[in-house]
């Protein structure tokens, strides 16, 4: 029987865990690739451990997926695991390795051309050379989903922001570019514009508390995006009914955009 998974890249917290928890509740498998500190697995644990409580499986890498043997690597193992006729019908892309520096600083201190790289290569160009892997390994579904996570970033200038919003520009116009070119499989491919959310890579921001503040004052619902509002928006997008949305950028964020 046909089975379908959801690959999570940047699973472990935030957007991505949320997704593979709300995932994992409507009988998708899950498979995660994250990258955190052995001292910190213990915890994570707790966190998989929810995602069988729903009766499913769920298969963790902690590995480096933006690396180009790394990901060579993972596509074999998840080759490997697996069963005959199953396929990736989900790829979540949650990756949130950066630079937050700013660009006018003392020269030790400013954004760097590297940082820039590293940001770009990691939050915007894994997600298309992930999908071009799966692809070439006959892995996604015949009706694949993929999911992405942009902010408001892409079009505002925040301080120390420089190096994301590039990545987050650069992410919306290769899902644009993947929904168009690899319409002809069926995969789908849209971007969610979350709302400001409380995660750990929001707390590296600098000044995150000013921006908490403002946005609270700002959103016309008066508090603040969750991991799980996104999630359930995520999950909208798998659904048979959501087959006709390509190639789009879904705001997701209570109406704080609209001033």
């Known amino acids: 029987m046909k089975k379908d998974w959801a690959l999570i890249l940047g699973g472990s917290s935030g957007l991505g865990l949320a997704t593979a928890k709300k995932l994992a509740r409507h009988g998708f498998d899950i498979i995660i690739i994250h990258r955190d500190r052995r001292a910190d697995v213990k915890e994570l644990n707790k966190e998989f451990d929810e995602i069988t409580s729903h009766g499913v499986q769920c298969k963790t890498f902690n590995a480096d997926a933006v690396q180009s043997e790394k990901r060579k690597e993972l596509i074999h193992e998840i080759q490997a695991l697996l069963p005959k006729e199953h396929k990736i019908g989900v790829l979540v892309h949650s990756i949130a390795k950066g630079s937050l520096k700013p660009m006018h600083a003392n020269k030790s201190l400013a954004l760097s051309d590297q940082d820039l790289k590293i940001t770009f290569e990691a939050m915007a160009l894994s997600l298309y050379e992930w999908t071009k892997a799966l692809v070439y390994a006959d892995l996604f579904s015949e009706d694949a989903r993929i999911i992405s996570f942009t902010s408001e970033g892409n079009t505002r200038a925040l301080p120390s922001y420089g190096a994301v919003s590039v990545a987050k520009v650069a992410l919306e116009a290769l899902t644009r570019n993947i929904a168009l070119e690899f319409a002809s499989m069926g995969i789908k491919a849209n971007c969610i514009q979350a709302g400001v959310t409380e995660t750990k890579s929001f707390a590296m921001i600098p000044g995150y508390q000013k921006i908490k503040s403002h946005t609270l004052e ?42």
């Open 218 to 259: 700002r959103n016309p619902n008066k508090r603040l995006t969750t991991p799980e509002d996104v999630a359930n928006v995520a999950y909208l997008l798998t659904l048979d009914e959501a087959k006709w949305i390509t190639g789009t950028v879904i705001k997701v964020d209570g109406g704080e955009s609209l001033r």
